[in-house]
Structures are given as C-alpha cells and as structure tokens.
T-cell receptor, first 114, second 111 residues
Framework: KAGVTQTPRYLIKTRGQQVTLSCSPI?????VSWYQQTPGQGLQFLFE???????NKGNFPGRFSGRQFSNSRSEMNVSTLELGDSALYLC?????????????FGPGTRLLVL | DQQVKQNSPSLSVQEGRISILNCDYT??????FLWYKKYPAEGPTFLIS?????DKNEDGRFTVFLNKSAKHLSLHIVPSQPGDSAVYFC??????????FGTGTRLKVLA
C-alpha cells in the first residue's frame, strides 16, 4: 500500500507570493490533517479535513487555507507569504475520523521564504 | 501557550542502556497520548499510544507510562539501539479532532 505523498518536496518562494502544497493520502483514508513544523515549536496543527469538510482548525491566520477533494486528496494554500512561514509542512492521513486510529504522515514539503 | 512540553531538547544514551524521554502537559482534559519518532527527511511515524484509563502500555522495547496526577508522560526504550536515534514527539488529544504536539526531543544512541 502506497504511503502518504506530498508534492513538491522542496519549494523556494519570496515574500508576498502565494504557495499551494498537495497531499495524497493513503488509499481509503478519508481524513487529512496538516501540520507546520518549525525548530523549537514542534508540530503545530493547521487544520483537518474529513470527507471534503474542514472539521477542525488550529490557531493560524486566515492566510492559511485548505481544501479536500472528493478523492480525499488535499491542498493547502498560503497567501502573502512571510519569512516566518518558512517551515516543514506535513500532512497526515487516517482512515476514519477517530483520533485513536493511527495517523500516517507524509515526508513533508520544506518551504523556504526569502 | 504550550499545552504539551518536552523540556529536554536532546538526550544522549549509550547503546544497551535505557532511554527515558519525558513529556508534561497542562490540560487535564487530555485523555489520549501518543509518541512519534521522526528521522531526518521523513515524516513522523507512530510509535506507541496510551489512553488515560491506563498508566502503562508496552510494545516490545518501548513502554509508555502515564502519571495523570502529575500530568506527566514518559517513554522508556530498553535496550536502546543506534537505530533509535531520532527526534521523538509526544502528542495529546482531548476528544477533539486534533492532536497537540510537544516540541520534540532529539535522542542520540551512542554505539
């Protein structure tokens, strides 16, 4: 079974630009969550989608948005990039919405904002 | 407000010895806890979990202990192996749809 895939793996953007990251969950998984990892901050929850609906959202500004398609693939968009948005963005999928079900992470997209 | 804290950013242990990674939390509503391991250039992988109705859970060389009164979680790895060298994250949830992660502890197992 293929794992969670994320594209692109690396990205360089400049301040003010926008970026779209993509996540393909494991086949059959309907829940996709997004996290931002920065040094010293650990993994911070961005949002979770389940069956195309955003179910929960972390404490990030409105510049961060996402969506999920009918095939469970998800995209995350960051508009008006700031230097502080440089981070590793991870997505994770699980089959159902249960928190007690194992969450599988992708390798992440490393974003550098110059 | 960091609800889940891993106060040791790094830890070095000799091969064969016990590694103890610690995690403290502040929200008494947390009722499910997990540990993840992360190697460079890879996403975190699930290691072990524990529900608040238990105080211990074992899986091979890995044991997680939960002390609810102290709001403290620990991961024991016995015996430690060089392949265990990674960053370890603890995470907690409170019947919402999200986990709160700690900042991670980098474990180095010395051969």
């Amino acid at each position: 079974k293929a794992g969670v895939t994320q594209t692109p793996r690396y990205l360089i953007k400049t301040r003010g630009q926008q970026v779209t990251l993509s996540c393909s969950p494991i086949s059959g998984h309907r829940s996709v969550s997004w996290y931002q990892q920065t040094p010293g901050q650990g993994l911070q929850f961005l949002f979770e989608y389940f069956s195309e609906t955003q179910r929960n959202k972390g404490n990030f500004p409105g510049r961060f948005s996402g969506r999920q398609f009918s095939n469970s693939r998800s995209e995350m968009n960051v508009s008006t990039l700031e230097l502080g948005d440089s981070a590793l963005y991870l997505c994770a999928s699980r089959r159902t919405g249960s928190l007690q079900e194992t969450q599988y992470f992708g390798p992440g997209t490393r974003l550098l904002v110059l | 407000d960091q609800q889940v804290k891993q106060n040791s950013p790094s830890l070095s242990v000799q091969e064969g010895r016990i590694s103890i990674l610690n995690c403290d939390y502040t929200n008494s509503m947390f009722d499910y806890f997990l540990w993840y391991k992360k190697y460079p250039a890879e996403g975190p992988t699930f290691l072990i979990s524990i529900s608040s109705i238990k105080d211990k859970n074992e899986d091979g060389r890995f044991t997680v202990f939960l002390n609810k009164s102290a709001k403290h979680l620990s991961l024991h790895i016995v015996p430690s192996q060089p392949g265990d060298s990674a960053v370890y994250f603890c995470a907690a949830s409170a019947w919402s749809y999200k986990y709160i992660f700690g900042t991670g502890t980098r474990l180095k197992v010395l051969a």
